[in-house]
């Protein structure tokens, strides 16, 4: 069965530096999508970054950037030059997809705080 | 940009009472999904639907939950019997398209508390 594992349930950066934060999956698939989605208080969920796991080049979005590491099952997520506005909870997805179908694998989630 | 809506942000229900959880999907989205967080747990897969059938659910997803797609633009779970243990935030999301680099676009989600 597919999993996602945020190690890291809270993390803390100081406004302007750069933060990573990591997240394994297990997989047996060979082609698949994952994803970071931010919650900030407001709750709604935001997509950040997508990954195709055939795409060797790792994604990047403006600020954020990922580390994508297929052979170890590794999609770590940085941001730099943190604002503010980047404080939420981190949530790293796996996609699976069958017959037509797909739903999201989530990890429990890292609380980010920006420090001013 | 266009969202998902979800209505009520909060709802609190009685123990055994019947609560419908309302969402509004991305117009032009064909495939919606309805995930659950308990506090301080993951977010996890309910049920997926398409074309006014349920393409997938999870274990989760017993005879107590039914999803509707009532007309054109409102996207329903119903949980018939509440049990405390419902008690969670309820994120609805859809998508264009699956299996493409489409994402899934979430709502706001509806906090349910089951008293």
Redesign the interface.
Known sequence: AQTVTQSQPEMSVQEAETVTLSCTYDTSESDY?L?W?KQPP??????VI?Q?AYKQQNATENRFSVNFQKAAKSFSLKISDSQLGDAAMY?CAYRI?????????????TKLTVNP | EPEVTQTPSHQVTQMGQEVILRCVPISNHLYFYWYRQILGQKVEFLVSFYNNEISEKSEIFDDQFSVERPDGSNFTLKIRSTKLEDSAMYFCASSERVQTNQPQHFGDGTRLSIL
């Open positions: 999508y994803f989605y407001s709750r709604q969920m935001i997509l997508r195709e949530f997809t069958q017959g037509g179908s797909e739903k999201l694998v989530f990890g429990k989630g």
